[in-house]
């Protein structure tokens, strides 16, 4: 079993900056990927930024505002918003790829307001 844990959310006004973090742990052999996605209501799941073995892929609309950092020893990614808006306000999810499945967190609330 892997689980996965974020951290981080909350509340805060537009222009402002959060740093979400999440860890993975378990029966873990190596992790090909971690990344944030996140929902916002009635809305569906989409990709904000991965890290993964083979780079890191960025949302078109966080490029330049947010930036994923990983730490394969811990298994434990952070993700630095800065320039936040109201349209990033949402659930962010963390997700690790273990082999071919993908251990999503619990998800922790990030709201912006204007």
């Known amino acids: 079993q892997v689980q996965v844990v974020e951290s981080g959310g909350g509340l805060v006004q537009a222009g402002g900056s959060l740093r979400l973090s999440c860890t993975a742990s378990?029966?873990?052999?190596?992790?090909?990927?971690m990344g944030w996605h996140r929902q916002a209501p009635g809305k569906q799941r989409e990709l904000v930024a991965v890290?993964?073995?083979?780079?890191?892929i960025y949302a078109d609309s966080v490029k330049g505002r947010f930036t994923i950092s990983r730490d394969s020893a811990k298994n434990t990614i952070h993700l630095q918003m800065n320039s936040l808006e109201p349209e990033d306000t949402a659930v962010y999810y963390c997700g690790a790829q273990v082999r071919a499945t993908r251990y999503w967190g619990q998800g922790t609330q990030v709201t912006v307001s204007s």
């Open positions: 890290s993964g073995n083979g780079g890191t």
């Open positions: 378990g029966s873990i052999s190596s992790i090909n990927s």
